[in-house]
């Protein structure tokens, strides 16, 4: 069972960064592919990035490729998104999701566990 916060969000200006945490509790978050997903209002939740286990692999969505980077510390049990030149299509809430021992996916039902999400607002 792994269960996940994440924080961070906040209401910026187009061209603004911002950088979302995800704090995971548990003593196997190191067995956990980590990924970040998005909802905008009257959308569905789409994914933006997938890190391995190790960290090693990385997976973006075309939309936030060279903008938003995503990296982990296992040692502290966290999971990181950096949002750079936000856009005002950024617009959403971001969730945390964890799947146990699989590869990088971009589907949002192969996820096991998931956070409450963040609201991210970027005006333009």
């Known amino acids: 069972q792994v269960q996940l916060v994440e924080s961070g969000g906040g209401l910026v200006q187009a061209g603004d960064s911002l950088r979302l945490s995800c704090a995971a509790s548990?003593?196997?978050?190191?067995?956990?592919?980590m990924g970040w997903f998005r909802q905008a209002p009257g959308k569905e939740r789409e994914f933006v990035a997938g890190?391995?286990?190790?960290?090693?692999?990385?997976r973006y969505a075309d939309s936030v490729k060279g903008r938003l980077t995503i990296s982990r510390d296992n040692a502290k049990n966290t999971v990181y998104l950096q949002m750079n030149s936000l856009k005002p299509e950024d617009t959403a809430v971001y969730y945390c999701?964890?799947?146990?021992?699989?590869?990088?996916?971009?589907?949002?039902?192969?996820?096991?566990?998931w956070g409450q999400g963040t609201q991210v607002t970027v005006s333009s």
């Open positions: 999701a964890a799947r146990f021992a699989g590869y990088i996916t971009t589907k949002a039902d192969d996820y096991n566990y």
């Open positions: 548990g003593r196997t978050f190191s067995s956990y592919t």
């Open positions: 890190l391995s286990r190790t960290g090693g692999s990385t």
